[in-house]
T-cell receptor
Framework: GESVGLHLPTLSVQEGDNSIINCAYS??????FIWYKQESGKGPQFIID?????DKRQGQRVTVLLNKTVKHLSLQIAATQPGDSAVYFC????????????FGGGTRVLVKP | KAGVTQTPRYLIKTRGQQVTLSCSPI?????VSWYQQTPGQGLQFLFE???????NKGNFPGRFSGRQFSNSRSEMNVSTLELGDSALYLC???????????FGPGTRLLVL
């Protein structure tokens, strides 16, 4: 498959601390990157996106960093809250291949009270 | 606006059967995409429909097919079900492109 999630990595973080979730993407020519959050029993929910011509974008409590040199994407969550407990996925879109969309394997975030 | 809805939410089938899943996009959205989610393979793109035409396709066998109606509602069909087809099938809609997708809650399919 295009996205292997056989062993879902888990990040355990104390409430109030900052979280950093990492993602290695596959295509150096991808144009657009998205972070999704998926809570138990729900579909993925858009968090933040970034275009390939940017290296940083900030939202509310979240920041996405893009390092094209090493094909690495990260999501930083400030002051992590219990409601942030979920599985986080990165996704890349390669427009030249007809908007080919590929998801990363996901990271589970557990927030400890 | 109401979100993306998928029916049924849960389904149990046996090997060899076929199944049809339904997705109603957010009102005004013309693009509907389908994804398969399994513990082993993660989230994988199946296909995308836009204005009743398949615009993108992932790497799935021909047993997986879909269609979109004039009201943008979409159905996905899987024929000759295999045990490995057990998964959460997610539908997502967007106004026009994959960049702004809203996901439904999914249909959990169990193949026995």
């Amino acid at each position: 498959g295009e996205s292997v999630g056989l062993h879902l990595p888990t990040l355990s973080v104390q409430e109030g601390d900052n979280s950093i979730i990492n993602c290695a993407y596959s295509n150096s020519a991808s144009d657009y990157f998205i972070w999704y959050k998926q809570e138990s029993g729900k579909g993925p929910q858009f968090i933040i996106d970034i275009r390939s011509n940017m290296d940083k974008r900030q939202g509310q409590r979240v920041t996405v960093l893009l390092n094209k040199t090493v094909k690495h994407l990260s999501l930083q969550i400030a002051a992590t809250q219990p409601g942030d407990s979920a599985v986080y996925f990165c996704a890349e879109i390669f427009k030249a291949a007809g908007n080919k969309l590929t998801f990363g394997g996901g990271t589970r975030v557990l927030v400890k009270p | 606006k109401a979100g993306v809805t998928q029916t049924p939410r849960y389904l149990i089938k046996t090997r060899g059967q076929q199944v049809t899943l339904s997705c109603s996009p957010i009102s005004g959205h013309r693009s509907v995409s389908w994804y398969q989610q399994t513990p082993g393979q993660g989230l994988q793109f199946l296909f995308e429909y836009f204005s009743e035409t398949q615009r993108n396709k992932g790497n799935f066998p021909g047993r997986f097919s879909g269609r979109q109606f004039s009201n943008s509602r979409s159905e996905m069909n899987v024929s000759t079900l295999e045990l490995g087809d057990s998964a959460l099938y997610l539908c997502a809609s967007s106004p026009s492109s994959l960049e702004t997708q809203y996901f439904g809650p999914g249909t959990r399919l169990l193949v026995l």
